[in-house]
């Protein structure tokens, strides 16, 4: 692979999954955070540029497996894939995650009074996510469909698609607020199964989150742009 140092983390995971594999090893942000350059993504990810461009050129010899390269999905069957895997997961989990984090504050908040402040935190992104999901299935993903199939390209979609990214970014703060307040998930000695139940819920929220991000930041949205432009 030509090394590049002006291509941002986002875009070289857009293009190949298996980049996104070896910036998800690094600890690197390749959603929230896509438009880090690969210095800047070293830098987060605690190793030299040359070991970062090393391990993506290393990851460019194993085949590809066309079930996990979303790259190369019709805008349309993105969209559908995203509505019935990510939107549909978020609806699901976050009934759940605000039960326990409601139960596990009121049981432990005195002892852990960080649990007061995560109870206020998944309540606040629960709220601004199912709002941004509805404005997604509602607004955006019915006009890049149309688009797809043909019609005149929607003036307001570039304008969508800004403010969509910019509520992404707000849901990664959110999600490190919440690392912060949970120790990156980290149960503590002698928890009780609903505290460690809530963590692990938690955790899974957030990777499933960074995922469905990066699919529409990283894939969907530019996909959605060209064809705007083509229209």
């Given at each position: 692979m030509v090394r590049n140092n002006v291509i941002t983390v986002g875009e070289m995971a857009g293009k190949d999954y298996r980049m996104a594999d070896v910036f998800r090893g690094f600890g690197v942000d390749f959603c929230c955070g896509g438009g880090?350059?690969?210095?800047?993504a070293a830098t987060q990810g605690g190793i030299t540029e040359e070991e970062l461009w090393t391990a993506l050129e290393t990851a460019t010899l194993k085949a590809k497996q066309p079930a996990n390269d979303f790259s190369v999905l019709a805008p349309q069957l993105l969209a559908e894939h995203i509505l019935s895997t990510h939107h549909k997961y978020?609806?699901?989990a976050l009934?759940?995650?605000w039960e326990f984090a409601q139960?596990?504050?009121g049981h432990h908040g005195d002892t852990h009074?960080?649990?007061i402040d995560l109870r206020a935190a998944v309540l606040h992104e629960a709220e601004d996510l199912l709002d941004h999901l509805e404005k997604e299935e509602q607004v955006l993903f019915p006009a890049i469909k149309q688009m797809a199939a043909g019609e005149p390209g929607l003036p307001y979609?570039?304008?969508a698609v800004e403010c969509m990214m910019k509520e992404h970014s707000s849901s990664g703060e959110s999600l490190e607020e919440w690392r912060r307040l949970t120790n990156n998930y980290q149960v503590p000695e002698g928890a009780c199964n609903s505290y460690r139940f809530l963590f692990e819920k938690l955790q899974e929220f957030d990777t499933d989150l960074r995922q469905h991000i990066h699919l529409e930041n990283n894939i969907l949205f530019p996909k959605a742009l060209a064809l705007l432009q083509e229209a």
């Open positions: 880090q350059t690969i210095a800047q978020v609806k699901e009934p759940v995650i139960k596990v504050a009074p960080e649990l979609v570039k304008g």
